[in-house]
């Protein structure tokens, strides 16, 4: 069965730094693009970043782009979203999700069928 685990959220200060983790198990993330979303309450879910199967291809969106950087390393089955200068309204629920995209990525939501149960991150003073 195919999972995806993410870890690493929790309560920073404004200014501060979280490093999430996203890890499959049940297959070989080797052929997946993965993407980083964030759900706010009251708000839809949002793409935040993605990285190709390779890792040659990474894409942000405008409000985290310059702060957060995504990374996988395969051998482990792992991603990270490296999260620095955070701000309160980066407050969400973080998914990754996973799905064959050929060579590229996206962060249109519908793109993936494979998500995680989400971890919380909360940006306050």
């Known amino acids: 069965q195919l999972q995806l685990v993410e870890s690493g959220g929790g309560l920073v200060q404004p200014g501060g730094s979280l490093r999430l983790s996203c890890a499959a198990s049940g297959f070989t993330l080797n052929y997946y693009a993965i993407g980083w979303f964030r759900q706010a309450p009251g708000k839809e879910r949002e793409g935040v970043s993605c990285?190709?199967?390779?890792?040659?291809?990474?894409y942000y969106a405008d409000s985290v782009k310059g702060r957060f950087t995504i990374s996988r390393d395969n051998d482990k089955n792992m991603v990270y979203l490296q999260m620095n200068s955070l701000k309160p309204e980066d407050t969400a629920i973080y998914y990754c999700?996973?799905?064959?995209?050929?060579?590229?990525?996206?962060?249109?939501?519908?793109?993936?069928?494979?998500w995680g149960q989400g971890t919380q991150v909360t940006v306050s003073s």
């Open positions: 999700a996973a799905d064959i995209i050929f060579l590229s990525c996206t962060i249109a939501t519908d793109e993936y069928s494979t």
């Open positions: 990285i190709s199967s390779t890792g040659g291809s990474t």
